[in-house]
């Protein structure tokens, strides 16, 4: 059984740095094909990708956040950890970790449940 | 890398279709079969419901399926029920290694 869990921070103030820690069970990111993407999601508003790494560390990051972002993976603690710098009040949302399995590209079959992170003005 | 546009809302009454639309360009949906579509209900994580364009995972009902023709992708529900009352995004692979959703659709069962 697949499972995901975000922690992190819930309140991060305006230019401080974010660190979010996905802590997943039931498969590992040594195994090939496999990936764990973030997608994040603001009050009321669309969901976003964020950033996804792979079993072999290639690492795919969203254009207009890419400056900002840093993704890595811990296989041994079954961790992926997403840095987002800078933060801001439009980054107020709910971040989500999310398994994307082999042979499937870009499509994430499970996912955490959600960690809301602020941003205060 | 622009959000795929979808209709903000689509209604149906129970045992209706309803048909949902995922517009992007060339570079995105028309140009790769890497198109996903989420069911996401209030206060929940999304849920795979159709991957590869038009593929179901296990446990999803043959009644949602999805489907492209050139730049736009479409999710249908068939035999509309209470419980598909929900968000539902779109996906697509966007080359260059990236991936970007869509706008989002609120589906009301009448």
């Known amino acids: 059984q697949i499972t995901l869990k975000e922690s992190g921070p819930t309140l991060v103030k305006p230019t401080q740095t974010l660190t979010l820690t996905c802590t997943f069970s039931?498969?590992?990111?040594?195994?090939?094909?496999?990936?764990v993407g973030w997608i994040r999601q603001p009050p009321g508003k669309a969901l976003e990708w964020l950033a996804l790494?792979?079993?072999?560390?290639?690492?795919r990051y969203s254009p207009s956040l890419k400056s900002r972002l840093t993704i890595t993976k811990d296989t041994s603690k079954n961790q992926v950890v997403l840095k987002m710098t800078n933060m801001d009040t439009v980054d107020t949302a709910t971040y989500y970790c999310?398994?994307?399995?082999?042979?499937?590209?870009?499509?994430?079959?499970?996912w955490g449940q959600g960690t809301l992170v602020t941003v205060p003005s | 890398q622009s959000a795929l546009t979808q209709p903000p809302s689509a209604s149906g009454s129970p045992g209706q279709s309803v048909t949902i639309s995922c517009t992007g360009t060339?570079?995105?949906?028309?140009?790769?079969?890497?198109v996903s579509w989420y069911q996401q209900h209030p206060g929940k994580a999304p849920k795979l419901m159709i991957y590869?364009?038009?593929k179901r995972p296990s446990g999803v009902p043959d009644r949602f399926s999805g489907s492209k023709s050139g730049n736009t992708a479409s999710l249908t529900v068939s035999g509309l029920q209470a419980e598909d009352e929900a968000d539902y995004y779109c996906t697509s692979y966007g080359g260059s290694n990236i991936y970007v959703f869509g706008t989002g659709t609120k589906v009301t069962v009448l």
């Open positions: 590869e364009v038009s």
């Open positions: 999310a398994h994307e399995p082999t042979m499937i590209q870009g499509a994430f079959d499970y």
């Open positions: 790494i792979y079993w072999d560390n290639d690492k």
């Open positions: 060339s570079s995105d949906v028309g140009g790769y079969n890497y």
């Open positions: 039931g498969f590992s990111l040594t195994t090939s094909g496999v990936g």
